[in-house]
């Protein structure tokens, strides 16, 4: 009995403890607490982002900012992809106010600045001459405008392209223009594919950002799209049967092995290591390739995407810098995204950083810096290239009710986009017939498609 | 099959099924060590020069503050739902309360609805009340969510208490304080621990919540290990070598309080 009782006084004095120096301690995530408005002219921006690269390194940069501006303290919470769709989607929805400044993708900016959710950027930006809105790339700011007014900027934008690499197409014998139609690279994959190495890589992992990415600009290209313009859902038509038919032969006769295990960073993974020879992708993946410890640095070569009935089929992505409605600190959250999207900030990122590391996909004038040129020569023209000719209000064959290239912007389209993935993918893993798929993928996306006809 | 090949049998098979669990823990140790290029090579490498880069970029990316807002989290709720545990198991188990009886199958059945059926109206009570990214309130929450299992496991083991025992101190003159904390509570402190661990480990690993209800100031270990996730780079190395640290108070937790653990767990058996 007696060594229980000790025992008892020993475990409720060390929780005791334990809480007490917790208490002491707790909270110092953030540098102060919440966002606790402009009170003695101290204001604390609280920043929800994704974790990538450029948005790791503006965290680095962040101290300049604070420096520049005595008072302003900036909290960045980082978060995994999914996990900031959702917290984001609760906080600016209920106008809980967490968040000053958001991170929001293209596919959401046009929904969220129709509800209302988003501070209107346009007055601002357009009556601040340095800081040049024109400057950024048209088509990146077609995707973040609505109704004529501008609700984000972007801070790193991308397209997708070709990359091969030149010494294993070149021992099988195989040459690419720098506008490939799709048959010509599956008959270059076939030819390249051996034992140990697959003629290409492509994304087959069930979600509408993963496998549907690049299957939706297939898609498009091919002639098909989700919907007409009258939201008709057209996913059981000739084009779009053609077009996954294609993508899973391709696979099958000279893709990765299992490619519903594999997206974007597998691929990388392959193709830095020599086991595939060629990948369609996000354009980003080109300066990684290219990075000093990457063993495929300038045996690379980058084509644009490859097309069949269109000119341009690359897809275009941005992450962008939004204010909610809720904010109690605007004028604060307006300052910091104006210099976190600034041209000036572009070169503290290559001057403190690295040129290599500057984000790209933003801003003409990044492709004029000599520097950024000089360091990202390998893929910086064709990037440009890309991303100033691809079409985000009609990149299909017909015309469609809304713009943007491989997502369909209205909030259904997560749903369907990832519910249709895991059919298609079901097909290229043998699972399924392709007939099956696109029917049952046709009755869905006519569900959503039906809310939003007029 | 004699005796003694049969037991080498299932010696062998105890430890093939203790390798296949222990594996991916030791797979995320080993990868916290390895460069990311080499952690996420298509094939597995067992051999390279180590490096402790992963741990380093994960503490300079602040993770210290995550670790002690999830311990003040798990800490308190921890408190709070041994605390109300204690009575109410007593109400069901050895001093019956008529009333409440039927209360325990209604304590379990909050544990039956899904959290995401939850959490939208408790974001917005939460907001109402302005408690939205408070380390307390996530606290009180974890809390209670925690209750019903507290409550659960420590009813069966106040149940295991001899009612001699608390007939003789009822005799002897013992008050209902006494008869709990002196008499009933001793006897069942490895049950308490065993509840106490499940619901620290419980908080501890607790990832949707967090998520919703914080966002800056009271964000906790597993939404911050969530996002070293990138969707556009490789992030295996640092994602492992912060993930070990995590898993590490859990583990300590676990080993100090194995002996009471064990005894908490056979407290239900025959004796």
């Known amino acids: 009995m007696l060594s229980s009782k000790r025992a008892l006084t020993f475990g409720a004095g060390a929780l005791a403890s334990a809480l007490a120096l917790a208490a002491c301690s707790s909270g110092n995530v953030s540098t102060d607490s919440g966002s606790g408005g402009a009170a003695g002219g101290k204001v604390t921006l609280n920043l929800a982002t994704v974790n990538n690269g450029q948005m790791k390194d503006m965290e680095k940069l962040k101290t300049e900012y604070e420096k520049a501006n005595p008072g302003t303290t900036v909290n960045f919470q980082v978060m995994e992809e999914g996990d900031l769709r959702a917290a984001v989607t609760a906080d600016v929805a209920s106008g809980a106010g967490q968040y000053d400044v958001v991170t929001i993708g293209a596919y959401e900016t046009p929904q969220w600045g129709a509800n209302g959710w988003l501070v209107d950027l346009t007055p601002d930006l357009k009556s601040d001459s340095s800081y040049d809105v024109d400057d950024i790339l048209p088509p990146v700011r077609d995707v973040n405008t609505y109704d004529g007014k501008l609700f984000a900027v972007p801070f790193y934008g991308e397209s997708s392209i070709l990359m091969y690499n030149k010494d294993l197409l070149s021992k099988a014998g195989v040459t690419l223009s720098e506008n490939p139609t799709w048959q010509q690279v599956a008959d270059a994959a076939k030819k390249v594919n051996s034992a140990d190495t697959s003629g290409i890589c492509m994304r087959g992992k069930p979600g509408w950002g993963d496998l549907f990415a690049p299957l939706t600009t297939v898609v498009q290209t091919f002639g098909g799209n989700w919907y007409d313009d009258k939201w008709n859902a057209t996913v059981n038509t000739p084009e779009w049967k053609q077009a996954v038919t294609f993508y899973k032969t391709m696979l099958d006769q000279s893709g990765e092995k299992d490619p519903v295990s594999y997206s974007f960073n597998e691929c990388l993974t392959a193709l830095k290591e020599g086991k595939a020879a060629m990948w369609a992708d996000a354009s980003v993946a080109a300066s990684m390739l290219e990075a000093d410890d990457s063993p495929v640095k300038g045996k690379m070569g980058y084509a644009h995407m490859p097309v069949e009935k269109t000119k341009q089929s690359g897809w275009l992505w941005s992450w962008n810098l939004a204010i909610p409605s809720s904010t109690k600190n605007k004028d604060a959250a307006l300052k910091f995204v104006k210099w976190a999207t600034s041209k000036d900030y572009i070169k503290l990122v290559g001057q403190k950083i690295g040129w290599s590391n500057v984000p790209p996909g933003s801003r003409t004038s990044t492709y004029e810096i000599p520097e950024y040129k000089e360091a990202a020569a390998a893929y910086a023209p064709i990037t440009l290239d890309v991303m100033s000719s691809v079409n985000p209000k009609q990149p299909g064959v017909n015309p469609q009710g809304w713009v943007g290239i491989q997502y369909v912007s209205i909030p259904e389209f997560q749903d369907v986009g990832n519910q249709c993935a895991q059919l298609v993918a079901d097909y290229i893993a043998g699972r399924g017939s392709v007939d099956d798929a696109l029917a049952k993928c046709q009755t869905l996306a006519q569900a959503a498609g039906d809310k939003h006809k007029s | ?271």
């Open chain 2, 1 to 271: 099959m004699n005796r003694s090949v049969k037991g080498s049998l299932v010696t062998l098979l105890t430890w093939v099924l203790v390798l296949a669990f222990f594996f991916p823990v030791f797979w995320m140790i080993l990868n916290g060590f390895k460069p990311e290029s080499v952690a996420s090579s298509v094939h597995p490498k067992l051999f390279f020069s180590p490096s402790t880069e992963g741990y380093q970029l994960a503490m300079d990316r602040g993770m210290k503050g995550y670790l002690l807002n999830s311990l003040t989290a798990s800490v308190t709720a921890t408190i709070i739902a041994v605390v109300l545990a204690i009575p109410a198991a007593y109400a069901l188990s050895i001093r019956r309360v008529k009333n409440v009886e039927n209360a325990l199958s209604f304590f379990i059945s909050t544990r039956f609805m899904p959290l995401a059926a939850v959490v939208l109206p408790l974001f917005m009570i939460l907001k109402t009340l302005g408690l939205l990214d408070n380390i307390y309130m996530l606290a009180v929450v974890y809390g209670a969510v925690n209750l019903p299992v507290a409550v659960w496991m420590m009813r069966s083991f106040f149940l295991e208490v001899p009612f001699e025992i608390i007939e003789a101190c009822r005799v002897d003159g013992a008050g209902l304080g006494r008869e709990i904390f002196r008499v009933a509570l001793p006897l069942v402190l490895p049950g308490v621990a065993s509840a106490a661990l499940i619901t620290f480990i419980f908080s501890w690993n607790e990832y949707f919540l967090a998520t919703l209800l914080t966002s800056s100031a009271a964000r906790t270990t597993p939404p911050f290990l969530g996002s070293f996730v990138d969707g556009r780079g490789q992030f295996l190395a640092v994602l492992s070598a912060a993930a070990t640290i995590a898993a590490l108070p859990v583990i300590i937790a676990g080993w100090v309080a194995q002996k009471q653990l064990v005894r908490g767990l056979s407290m239900g058996a025959i004796k």
